[in-house]
């Protein structure tokens, strides 16, 4: 479980960069979630360059210090949904897509998502939206939410397909 010291630099940079991507997330009104989405990044990259485990760790480092330094926590609060997504991703995918079809995956990953987002909808719909939801854009934000997860996760994978090769070369090349 112990970092080597190359390790320990490039995740200790990793978090650097991670916490500024948050801040901006919070200062910068606009591309808000792009900037929680690449923050949220920084955990996959974690992930990639030591473990799960050591990347769970990274990713509590990121929430404590976040705490500390933003702002805005609703942002903090979002940014750790799309964390533990990611470290769910990282963990369970690989295992799952030796013994289980895809579409199955599809179906435990939106059940997840879902299991979180309709009750925030229902008992704190403030966090979302303010003011009072009617049903029909209750259905419409379910719906909007679930087709923004699909466009994360795919958009994850995809640059964990194009960079995530890269990412571990240089951190093993000397």
């Not at 190359?6 to 606009?30: D, F, H, N, T």
């Not at 895809?102 to 309709?118: M, R, T």
């Not at 990412?167 to 090349?173: C, F, G, S, Y």
Request: hydrophobic fraction near 60%; proline fraction near 4%; charge should be positive.
């Amino acid at each position: 479980m112990l970092l080597n010291a190359r390790q320990m630099a490039y995740l200790g940079l990793l978090l650097a960069i991670c916490e500024v991507l948050l801040y901006l997330s919070a200062v910068i009104s606009v591309n808000t979630l792009a900037l929680l989405f690449l923050a949220a990044c920084c955990v996959g990259i974690a992930c990639i360059l030591s473990s799960p485990g050591k990347g769970g760790v990274f990713f509590l480092a990121s929430l404590v210090l976040g705490f500390l330094i933003i702002p805005n926590r609703l942002y903090l609060l979002t940014y750790a949904g799309l964390g533990v997504y990611i470290l769910i991703l990282e963990g369970l995918q690989p295992r799952m897509l030796m013994k289980y079809p895809v579409w199955s995956i599809w179906a435990v990953k939106l059940g997840v998502f879902n299991v979180v987002y309709i009750p925030i909808l229902f008992l704190a719909p403030q966090l979302i939206y303010s003011g009072d939801l009617p049903a029909w854009m209750i259905l419409g934000l379910i719906l909007i939410g679930n087709a923004i997860i699909v466009l994360f996760d795919s958009l994850y994978l995809r640059l964990e397909g194009k960079f995530g090769a890269r990412i571990q070369a240089l951190a093993r090349r000397r």
